[in-house]
């Protein structure tokens, strides 16, 4: 198992909770969130530059959609974003009645539709679930008892989904039909629980590897998730590491999302880079381009 440290890029501007990092192969930007500072960040590796976006309520993720906007999963249910003109249009709340819930984690497959996740405030326990927002703007729920839905990957061949739910400390494997969506058969194919930190944002590369990034435990991850072992580490200098994706002109950069909104004062001042994104640029594998929402 390779273990290393890096030196990497910083991005310049501070989340509480960063979250979500993904790339936009057409616009060559990168967007995450800041869940608990409820803002969407947008950044333009040519100038350098960030711009962002107040939400008005905690923003679990993003991704591009194929009309050049975000589709976002949020607080309150599931909205298209366009940043250049602040606006958001809002689609569906699946847990209207569960006020103590919000979005979490949440990713695009590679047919278009938009899946994302939800957890308690309080984390109790079984209170969430995972959901699916079509190309037709509806919303499926596809998997429960969930308690913090997490990071969510599939691979190259359209019929496998990868999913965590963080406090299960592992990674299970669904069987996927790509023409559908539904999923079935979960069964675990990583374990966590001999592992520093815990499972939180996940990605996969073009080799069907999967990059994990550790919550508290201060470093991102690469398995094979058809043996279950782990090839690589990559060492941060911060804990709280939330999650990662490959972006950049060539896909062999690693962005990745920390925060510090757990962390106490002496913590904060020891790790003076918590709360930003790192870019870190691989050598030896590149990711897959991003899967756009086909709904907007």
Not at 148 to 172: F, H, K
Not at 266 to 288: D, R, S, Y
Request: net charge negative; proline share 5%.
């Amino acid at each position: 198992m390779r273990q290393r440290e890096v030196d990497a890029q910083v991005i310049a501007h501070h989340s509480e909770l960063g979250e979500s990092p993904i790339w936009d192969d057409e616009k060559k930007k990168a967007y995450w969130v800041d869940i608990t500072g409820e803002r969407i960040h947008e950044y333009n590796p040519e100038n350098g530059k960030v711009r962002s976006m107040k939400t008005g309520q905690m923003v679990g993720a993003v991704a591009p959609t194929s009309q050049g906007k975000l589709v976002a999963a949020m607080q309150h249910g599931f909205y298209i974003v366009d940043m250049d003109n602040h606006d958001f249009h809002f689609l569906s709340d699946p847990e209207e009645e569960k006020s103590n819930n919000r979005f979490n984690d949440g990713k695009c497959d590679t047919e278009g539709r938009f899946w994302a996740g939800t957890i308690s405030l309080t984390r109790e326990k079984g209170a969430a679930a995972l959901y699916c927002l079509n190309k037709r703007r509806k919303v499926r729920k596809m998997h429960s008892p969930v308690t913090v839905s997490n990071g969510l990957a599939w691979n190259r061949d359209r019929n496998c989904m990868y999913y965590i739910d963080t406090p299960e400390q592992q990674v299970v494997v669904f069987n996927y039909e790509f023409q559908t969506g539904d999923i079935f058969t979960p069964r675990p194919v990583i374990d966590f629980t001999e592992e520093k930190g815990k499972p939180d944002g996940m990605t996969i590369d073009s080799e069907g590897k999967l990059w994990i990034a550790h919550f508290e435990g201060g470093k991102v991850s690469r398995w094979d998730p058809d043996t279950g072992e782990k090839q690589e580490e990559i060492n941060l200098p911060v804990s709280l590491v939330t999650s990662c994706t490959f972006g950049g002109k060539d896909l062999n950069q690693l962005f990745v999302t920390t925060a510090d909104v757990k962390l106490t004062e002496k913590e904060k001042k020891e790790q003076p880079m918590a709360g930003f994104t790192f870019v870190i640029t691989l050598e030896h594998v590149t990711g897959l381009p991003p899967n756009r929402y086909q709904g907007a």
